[in-house]
């Protein structure tokens, strides 16, 4: 049974068109991320789907029921903003329960699903403060909180990380995934981060200027992405693209100074292809000498040499364990041709045969 | 360098720079702020030194030299007992014409531009702008304009000369400028705090009177400063939309000072002035604190 579904949904601002015919279902329980740049659309969706956002076109159904002019109270969803949004002058407390009395539920009911939801995020202690009295962890736990007290069918989360520091950040993300797991709920969660789409999702969106670029599985999009903007989005540092040429079956990818045979099909032939390769996909040959090192980074377990090829096209190559190539030094590269990912270097699709 | 010892391997100055207290730039500085100080001091202090002299002292021409003899007896007199033309119970009168035109005139025109303002910065409906851009020129125009116009509609109102006509038209001159005040504070409240109220299901008086308002007790307090002044200090509108037995405290006050017989007695003008001016001083005094006070501190991030 599908939790949401949006049928050929628009959205246009004046003469913008932020969302194009959008069409997307989403199963119960399922943990779904909207990723993509800043201004492609995915906080605009979020909204549309909450309701603060009346539509141009289409239609949003929620549990099977036509949503789409009913007030943002009504759909069923609960929602965690980027910044918190706590009202600053009512306690933890009041935070949590003034959706329920803006509900008319009674005082019983109030304090019994208070109570639950500061003991599944461990705010029991903290209800009685202000938000002003409260770090941005805990901030973020609060508006968590206002929306598990209203026992919806569906989250919607808006970067709610993007305000915390990198360590909270870490430490959140795992939270909302235990959180996901314990309760079941369909979870839709906006993010500019490739990280926390890729660890936090069962299925991601990847949108780019209001059209849905891909739709899979984390792993899925990571290893077999339709088009170049979905390699390039997912998997950090990006994928290394170069230029190639299609000839006899093969391609030839000057700026890796090799030659692939037998991944593309000769009705291709003589074609301008974008080859892509992961970092970490690609093993230094100390032997060659095709590419200098112009710099390293390290991470500690793993580290990335950037190289320059004999075209100029700059690539980066991960090094795991030990081995550290120092700047300057002259190498070659290898790459598994099973690892090549073929672009149509016009029209960015992916080419798979 | 007598008195500097080198005890530490460091040379050179070290810490915090030294500063002398009575260096040229202080003294430049703290001399021009108590010239200035002074300056806008004097008037006021000469207006309470006079309104406790008798008028024999008066007479001696001192305006500077402090009271040698402390009387009450101008206070008194300038509340209670100083003519305007006809009667002569003093200030006490257009005092509480006063209180009843500016404490309904302020109720009523902060509760409507908050309104406005929040409507307008919210709820965004179509032709918001315009009727926004036509409030806001209604600032502009020259209040002579609509002078006549509105002694017209009073009179055709039936509130030509009483208090609600005045209340009115005290509404009315408040409407373009509070509700921009309104609507600027409203539009700095980050906008999720208004989403995470819709989600929660507040509608448009629920999130106004429990999230919006709550927030915003220092524009209001702006708000209510502006207008308990504007409108006790208002001249023009009290005598012309009034009669004389709904004076506003003002309009008294200037009958006070000008209706002369026999001796101008200045210490009774001197008290019945800072009586006058006594309201909107308690109001900035009070105020002050809710200014300073940041009551959105911690609403986001922070």
């Given at each position: ?38 201004g ?68 019983e ?7 639950h ?20 962890g ?13 026992d ?31 309760l ?122 950037y ?35 073929l ?11 | ?33 108590l ?66 035109i ?34 806001i ?59 995470a109220?819709r ?39 009290g ?29 009774v ?34």
């Amino acid at each position: 049974m599908n939790s949401i579904e949006i049928k050929k949904l628009s959205l246009n601002f004046g003469e913008i068109e932020v969302l194009k015919e959008l069409d997307l279902s989403i199963e119960k329980g399922e943990f779904l991320v909207l990723l993509g740049a800043s201004g492609c659309g995915k906080s605009t969706l979020l909204n549309c789907i909450a309701g603060l956002l009346d539509v141009t076109d289409g239609q949003i159904f929620i549990n099977e029921q036509n949503v789409t002019w009913y007030e943002p109270a009504q759909r069923g969803i609960g929602m965690v903003f980027q910044s918190y949004a706590l009202y600053p002058q009512m306690t933890v407390k009041g935070n949590l329960s003034f959706g329920l009395k803006n509900a008319g539920l009674p005082k019983e009911e109030i304090e019994k699903r208070v109570k639950h939801a500061s003991e599944i995020l461990q705010i029991e202690s903290l209800l009685e403060r202000k938000p002003a009295a409260l770090s941005g962890g805990q901030r973020q736990r609060v508006a968590i909180g206002r929306a598990l007290v209203r026992d919806v069918e569906v989250f919607l989360f808006d970067e709610p990380l993007s305000n915390l520091d990198a360590k909270l950040r870490n430490e959140l993300r795992v939270e909302i995934k235990r959180l996901h797991q314990k309760l079941d709920n369909t979870m839709i969660y906006v993010t500019h981060d490739q990280i926390e789409a890729m660890t936090l999702a069962d299925k991601i969106v990847v949108l780019r200027l209001g059209i849905i670029e891909q739709v899979g599985a984390p792993m899925d999009l990571y290893r077999d992405p339709d088009n170049k903007f979905v390699a390039g989005f997912i998997g950090s540092p990006a994928m290394n693209f170069v230029n190639g040429t299609a000839k006899r079956g093969g391609v030839d990818a000057p700026g890796l100074g090799l030659h692939f045979d037998g991944i593309i099909s000769t009705a291709h032939e003589g074609k301008a292809v974008s080859v892509g390769a992961r970092p970490e996909h690609i093993t230094l040959d100390p032997a060659g000498d095709t590419h200098t090192v112009e710099m390293t980074e390290s991470l500690g377990g793993v580290s990335f040499a950037y190289l320059s090829g004999p075209t100029g096209e700059r690539i980066v190559v991960e090094e795991r364990g030990d081995e550290r190539t120092a700047a300057g030094v002259t190498v070659g590269i290898n790459i598994e041709t099973s690892r090549i990912l073929l672009f149509d270097a016009e029209t960015e699709m992916r080419i798979r045969s | 360098m007598a008195n500097s010892t080198v005890v530490h391997s460091i040379d050179g100055p070290r810490g915090p720079k030294p500063r002398k207290m009575l260096s040229r730039r202080n003294i430049i500085l703290y001399g021009t702020l108590l010239v200035v100080a002074v300056y806008y001091l004097i008037p006021l202090y000469v207006m309470l030194v006079t309104s406790v002299k008798g008028m024999p002292e008066i007479r001696l021409g001192n305006i500077f030299s402090p009271p040698v003899e402390v009387t009450f007896e101008p206070w008194v007199k300038a509340w209670a007992q100083a003519c305007t033309g006809l009667n002569c119970d003093g200030l006490s009168r257009g005092f509480w014409n006063s209180v009843k035109i500016t404490i309904p005139s302020v109720f009523v025109s902060i509760a409507i531009a908050s309104i406005n303002g929040y409507a307008l910065a919210n709820w965004r409906f179509k032709g918001a702008n315009l009727f926004f851009t036509i409030l806001i020129f209604g600032a502009f125009i020259p209040y002579q304009i609509m002078i006549y116009p509105l002694v017209i509609l009073l009179r055709d109102l039936g509130l030509y000369t009483k208090l609600p006509g005045l209340i009115l038209i005290h509404t009315i001159f408040g409407m373009p400028i509070l509700t921009l005040l309104f609507r600027n504070y409203f539009t700095t409240i980050p906008e999720e705090l208004f989403k995470a109220a819709r989600v929660d299901g507040a509608g448009f008086w629920g999130i106004y009177f429990r999230v919006m308002m709550p927030m915003s007790l220092p524009i209001f307090a702006v708000a209510i400063v502006l207008q308990v002044t504007g409108i006790w200090n208002d001249f023009l509108f009290g005598v012309i939309y009034t009669k004389p037995a709904n004076y506003p405290m003002t309009v008294q006050l200037n009958n006070i000072v000008n209706s002369v017989q026999g001796v101008t007695e200045y210490n009774v003008n001197m008290a019945a002035t800072l009586l006058t001016g006594l309201v909107p001083l308690t109001i900035y005094f009070i105020s002050g604190k809710l200014f300073v006070r940041g009551i959105a501190a911690g609403a986001v991030k922070g």
